[in-house]
C-alpha cells in the first residue's frame, strides 16, 4: 500500500426529520482522484448522519492508506466541536448532567478512537455555497445527500 501524506475529505449529511430517513456522503480526495462513498440509513438524525460521513472516509482511509494524515471538511459545528470538548465529554463518561449517556455517544466514542489513532485536522466550511468557478465539494456531498434522502421518500 502506498503511504499517502495527506488527504482531504468533504462530508456532509442529510435527513428528513419526520420519517428519520438520512444519508451521509464523504468524498475523499487522495492524490488528485476523487472517491465517492455514501450510503442510508433508517430511524436516524442529521447530527448522526454527519458523524457517520465522517467515521464511513475515516474507516475507508484507515483501511487503505493507513498512516495518513487527514483534513476533514464539514460545514457541522457539532462534528468539529467533539474534538474541543473531548476531554469533558470523556471527563463525565460520556454522560450528562442528569446521567443519560450523551447523543450519539456510540458514534462519538468512534470518533475519538480515531483521533487517537490518525492525525485528522478539522476544517469548518461555510455550509452550500455556490463558488464561482471553483469545485466546491461541500456543495456536491450536500447535493448527493440531499438526493438521496429525497429518492427514499419517494
Not at 442510508?40 to 454527519?50: F, K, L, P, W
Not at 448532567?97 to 470518533?111: M, S
Request: net charge positive; glycine share 4%; proline share 2%.
Amino acid at each position: 500500500m502506498h503511504l499517502h501524506k495527506y488527504i482531504t475529505v468533504f462530508t456532509d449529511g442529510s435527513c428528513n426529520p419526520v420519517q428519520k430517513i438520512g444519508a451521509w456522503v464523504a468524498i475523499v480526495l487522495i492524490d488528485g482522484q476523487k472517491i465517492i462513498l455514501k450510503g442510508q440509513e433508517t430511524n436516524t438524525t442529521n447530527q448522526r448522519m454527519e458523524l457517520t460521513s465522517v467515521l464511513n472516509a475515516l474507516q475507508y482511509i484507515n483501511e487503505n492508506h493507513p498512516g495518513s494524515e487527514v483534513n476533514i471538511c464539514t460545514d457541522s459545528q457539532y462534528v468539529i466541536g467533539i474534538q474541543k470538548r473531548r476531554p469533558f465529554i470523556e471527563r463525565k463518561n460520556f454522560l450528562t448532567k442528569k446521567a443519560t449517556f450523551i447523543r450519539n455517544d456510540d458514534l462519538v466514542r468512534v470518533l475519538i478512537s480515531f483521533l487517537d489513532s490518525i492525525k485528522i485536522e478539522f476544517t469548518k466550511v461555510v455550509a452550500h455555497q455556490k463558488s464561482e468557478g471553483e469545485v466546491n465539494y461541500n456543495r456536491e456531498a450536500d447535493q448527493l445527500a440531499r438526493a438521496i434522502v429525497r429518492n427514499l421518500n419517494q
